[in-house]
Protein backbone atom coordinates (compact mmCIF):
# COMPACT_ATOMS: atom_id res chain seq x y z
CA UNK A 1 0.00 0.00 0.00
CA UNK A 2 1.43 3.37 -0.95
CA UNK A 3 -0.06 4.69 2.57
CA UNK A 4 -2.19 7.98 2.35
CA UNK A 5 -1.32 9.91 -0.79
CA UNK A 6 -1.91 13.86 -0.92
CA UNK A 7 -2.00 16.01 -3.89
CA UNK A 8 -0.36 18.49 -4.38
CA UNK A 9 2.52 18.52 -2.82
CA UNK A 10 2.76 21.98 -2.98
CA UNK A 11 1.14 25.01 -4.12
CA UNK A 12 1.39 29.15 -4.33
CA UNK A 13 -1.52 30.92 -5.18
CA UNK A 14 -2.45 34.33 -5.16
CA UNK A 15 -5.06 35.42 -2.28
CA UNK A 16 -8.70 35.22 -3.86
CA UNK A 17 -7.85 32.03 -5.52
CA UNK A 18 -9.65 28.80 -5.28
CA UNK A 19 -7.74 26.05 -3.46
CA UNK A 20 -8.14 22.24 -3.51
CA UNK A 21 -6.37 19.99 -1.82
CA UNK A 22 -6.90 16.22 -2.70
CA UNK A 23 -6.32 12.77 -0.42
CA UNK A 24 -6.90 9.27 -1.18
CA UNK A 25 -6.56 7.43 2.55
CA UNK A 26 -5.47 3.59 2.91
CA UNK A 27 -7.98 0.97 1.27
CA UNK A 28 -10.00 -0.41 3.63
CA UNK A 29 -9.70 2.46 6.33
CA UNK A 30 -13.44 4.04 7.18
CA UNK A 31 -12.36 7.70 8.91
CA UNK A 32 -10.29 10.42 7.54
CA UNK A 33 -9.14 13.00 8.87
CA UNK A 34 -7.94 16.92 7.54
CA UNK A 35 -4.99 18.91 9.94
CA UNK A 36 -3.91 21.61 9.67
CA UNK A 37 -0.02 22.33 10.42
CA UNK A 38 1.57 26.01 11.94
CA UNK A 39 4.63 27.31 13.63
CA UNK A 40 1.91 29.11 16.09
CA UNK A 41 -0.72 26.54 16.86
CA UNK A 42 0.36 23.57 15.84
CA UNK A 43 -1.05 20.44 14.35
CA UNK A 44 -5.24 21.70 14.45
CA UNK A 45 -8.13 19.05 13.75
CA UNK A 46 -9.96 21.28 10.81
CA UNK A 47 -12.51 18.06 10.29
CA UNK A 48 -13.14 14.24 10.09
CA UNK A 49 -15.08 11.82 7.86
CA UNK A 50 -16.06 8.21 8.76
CA UNK A 51 -17.39 6.12 6.31
CA UNK A 52 -17.54 8.75 3.94
CA UNK A 53 -19.64 11.08 6.38
CA UNK A 54 -18.53 14.20 7.93
CA UNK A 55 -18.62 13.56 11.59
CA UNK A 56 -16.77 16.99 13.69
CA UNK A 57 -16.19 19.65 11.22
CA UNK A 58 -15.44 22.21 14.34
CA UNK A 59 -12.18 22.80 13.33
CA UNK A 60 -13.18 24.70 10.00
CA UNK A 61 -12.31 27.86 10.43
CA UNK A 62 -15.02 29.54 8.65
CA UNK A 63 -17.46 29.12 5.42
CA UNK A 64 -14.16 29.67 3.21
CA UNK A 65 -13.75 26.52 3.97
CA UNK A 66 -14.96 22.98 2.92
CA UNK A 67 -14.38 19.34 2.48
CA UNK A 68 -16.15 16.66 1.08
CA UNK A 69 -15.84 12.62 0.67
CA UNK A 70 -18.08 11.71 -2.62
CA UNK A 71 -16.37 7.37 -1.98
CA UNK A 72 -14.61 5.83 0.27
CA UNK A 73 -11.33 6.51 -1.68
CA UNK A 74 -11.25 10.01 -2.16
CA UNK A 75 -11.73 13.61 0.20
CA UNK A 76 -11.07 17.00 -0.96
CA UNK A 77 -10.90 20.17 0.66
CA UNK A 78 -11.12 23.50 -1.18
CA UNK A 79 -10.63 27.24 0.50
CA UNK A 80 -12.67 29.80 -1.42
CA UNK A 81 -11.54 32.54 -1.73
CA UNK A 82 -8.05 31.80 0.01
CA UNK A 83 -6.31 34.14 2.33
CA UNK A 84 -2.36 34.62 3.05
CA UNK A 85 -3.31 33.35 6.46
CA UNK A 86 -4.59 30.43 5.36
CA UNK A 87 -0.52 29.46 4.25
CA UNK A 88 0.06 26.35 5.94
CA UNK A 89 0.82 22.59 5.46
CA UNK A 90 -2.53 20.73 5.12
CA UNK A 91 -2.46 16.98 6.51
CA UNK A 92 -4.57 14.28 5.58
CA UNK A 93 -4.67 11.09 7.37
CA UNK A 94 -6.77 7.72 7.86
CA UNK A 95 -7.67 5.17 10.13
CA UNK A 96 -9.58 1.82 10.26
CA UNK A 97 -12.36 1.68 12.94
CA UNK A 98 -14.97 -1.01 13.12
CA UNK A 99 -18.44 -0.65 14.68
CA UNK A 100 -20.34 2.70 15.86
CA UNK A 101 -18.21 2.94 18.36
CA UNK A 102 -13.78 3.28 18.03
CA UNK A 103 -12.77 0.39 20.08
CA UNK A 104 -9.50 0.82 22.32
CA UNK A 105 -6.13 1.07 20.54
CA UNK A 106 -8.13 1.87 17.07
CA UNK A 107 -7.27 5.67 17.19
CA UNK A 108 -4.16 5.24 15.43
CA UNK A 109 -3.65 7.87 12.26
CA UNK A 110 -1.81 7.04 9.69
CA UNK A 111 -0.71 10.48 7.39
CA UNK A 112 0.24 11.36 4.42
CA UNK A 113 2.91 13.53 3.54
CA UNK A 114 1.08 16.60 3.51
CA UNK A 115 0.36 19.80 0.98
CA UNK A 116 2.08 23.10 1.51
CA UNK A 117 0.00 26.23 0.79
CA UNK A 118 1.11 29.27 0.19
CA UNK A 119 -1.39 32.07 -0.40
CA UNK A 120 0.33 35.21 -1.39
CA UNK B 1 -12.93 19.63 26.55
CA UNK B 2 -9.87 17.76 25.62
CA UNK B 3 -6.66 19.33 25.88
CA UNK B 4 -3.19 18.63 25.05
CA UNK B 5 -0.56 20.70 26.57
CA UNK B 6 3.18 20.67 25.43
CA UNK B 7 5.08 23.37 27.26
CA UNK B 8 8.07 23.46 25.43
CA UNK B 9 8.19 24.46 21.96
CA UNK B 10 12.56 23.39 21.83
CA UNK B 11 14.53 21.26 23.56
CA UNK B 12 18.38 21.25 22.79
CA UNK B 13 20.37 18.29 24.43
CA UNK B 14 23.88 16.91 23.58
CA UNK B 15 24.14 13.76 22.19
CA UNK B 16 24.35 11.19 24.65
CA UNK B 17 22.28 13.17 27.48
CA UNK B 18 18.86 11.84 28.72
CA UNK B 19 15.89 13.75 27.15
CA UNK B 20 12.61 14.21 28.32
CA UNK B 21 9.41 15.88 26.33
CA UNK B 22 6.61 16.87 28.80
CA UNK B 23 3.08 15.95 27.95
CA UNK B 24 -0.02 17.18 29.63
CA UNK B 25 -3.15 16.56 29.22
CA UNK B 26 -7.06 17.27 29.78
CA UNK B 27 -9.52 14.51 29.78
CA UNK B 28 -12.46 14.20 31.80
CA UNK B 29 -12.35 10.07 30.44
CA UNK B 30 -10.50 7.41 29.73
CA UNK B 31 -7.70 8.61 27.66
CA UNK B 32 -5.34 7.02 24.98
CA UNK B 33 -2.25 8.81 24.67
CA UNK B 34 0.33 8.64 21.68
CA UNK B 35 3.68 10.08 20.52
CA UNK B 36 4.43 10.78 16.68
CA UNK B 37 7.33 12.35 15.12
CA UNK B 38 8.06 14.24 12.29
CA UNK B 39 11.63 13.72 10.76
CA UNK B 40 12.45 16.49 8.81
CA UNK B 41 10.90 16.21 4.91
CA UNK B 42 8.89 13.36 5.93
CA UNK B 43 5.47 12.35 7.83
CA UNK B 44 4.42 12.37 10.80
CA UNK B 45 4.64 9.04 12.15
CA UNK B 46 3.29 7.37 15.45
CA UNK B 47 5.96 6.78 17.55
CA UNK B 48 4.42 4.56 20.44
CA UNK B 49 1.34 4.66 22.34
CA UNK B 50 0.70 4.27 26.19
CA UNK B 51 -1.97 1.49 25.62
CA UNK B 52 1.38 -0.86 23.83
CA UNK B 53 4.06 -0.21 26.54
CA UNK B 54 6.40 -0.38 24.43
CA UNK B 55 9.85 1.08 23.78
CA UNK B 56 10.40 2.68 20.07
CA UNK B 57 14.08 3.69 19.32
CA UNK B 58 15.34 3.61 22.74
CA UNK B 59 11.94 6.35 24.07
CA UNK B 60 9.25 5.23 26.49
CA UNK B 61 6.12 6.79 28.13
CA UNK B 62 4.34 6.46 30.58
CA UNK B 63 0.73 7.53 31.63
CA UNK B 64 -0.16 9.12 35.16
CA UNK B 65 -2.99 9.67 35.60
CA UNK B 66 -2.82 11.52 38.97
CA UNK B 67 -0.68 14.21 37.39
CA UNK B 68 -2.46 13.88 33.66
CA UNK B 69 1.12 13.72 32.19
CA UNK B 70 2.42 11.42 29.55
CA UNK B 71 6.40 12.60 29.30
CA UNK B 72 8.33 11.04 26.64
CA UNK B 73 11.71 9.87 27.92
CA UNK B 74 14.92 8.84 26.24
CA UNK B 75 17.73 7.36 28.78
CA UNK B 76 20.63 8.51 25.76
CA UNK B 77 19.81 11.22 23.21
CA UNK B 78 21.38 10.15 19.58
CA UNK B 79 21.78 12.61 16.70
CA UNK B 80 18.99 11.15 15.10
CA UNK B 81 16.45 11.62 17.29
CA UNK B 82 16.41 15.41 16.17
CA UNK B 83 12.90 15.84 15.38
CA UNK B 84 9.57 17.29 15.46
CA UNK B 85 7.12 15.75 18.39
CA UNK B 86 4.01 15.47 18.80
CA UNK B 87 2.16 13.91 21.76
CA UNK B 88 -1.72 12.73 21.02
CA UNK B 89 -4.65 12.51 23.14
CA UNK B 90 -7.97 10.11 21.77
CA UNK B 91 -10.75 8.96 23.28
CA UNK B 92 -13.22 6.02 22.31
CA UNK B 93 -15.70 8.59 21.68
CA UNK B 94 -14.30 10.68 19.36
CA UNK B 95 -12.10 9.28 16.39
CA UNK B 96 -10.23 12.29 16.29
CA UNK B 97 -6.83 13.21 18.00
CA UNK B 98 -6.04 16.35 19.50
CA UNK B 99 -2.62 17.12 19.25
CA UNK B 100 -0.86 19.08 21.61
CA UNK B 101 1.18 22.36 19.57
CA UNK B 102 4.94 20.11 19.37
CA UNK B 103 8.13 19.67 20.74
CA UNK B 104 11.30 20.38 18.48
CA UNK B 105 13.96 18.22 20.02
CA UNK B 106 17.73 19.15 18.68
CA UNK B 107 20.51 16.76 19.53
CA UNK B 108 23.82 18.54 19.11
CA UNK B 109 27.44 16.39 18.51
Known amino acids: DAGVIQSPRHEVTEMGQEVTLRCKPI?????LFWYRQTMMRGLELLIY????????DSGMPEDRFSAKMPNASFSTLKIQPSEPRDSAVYFC??????????????????FGAGSRLTVL | AQRVTQPEKLLSVFKGAPVELKCNYS??????LFWYVQYSRQRLQLLLR??SRESIKGFTADLNKGETSFHLKKPFAQEEDSAMYYC???????????FGSGTRLQVQP
Open chain 1, 93 to 110: ASSRNRGLRPTPGANVLT
Open chain 2, 50 to 51: HI
Open chain 1, 27 to 31: SGHNS
Open chain 2, 27 to 32: YSGSPE
Open chain 1, 49 to 56: FNNNVPID
Open chain 2, 88 to 98: ALGDTGRRALT
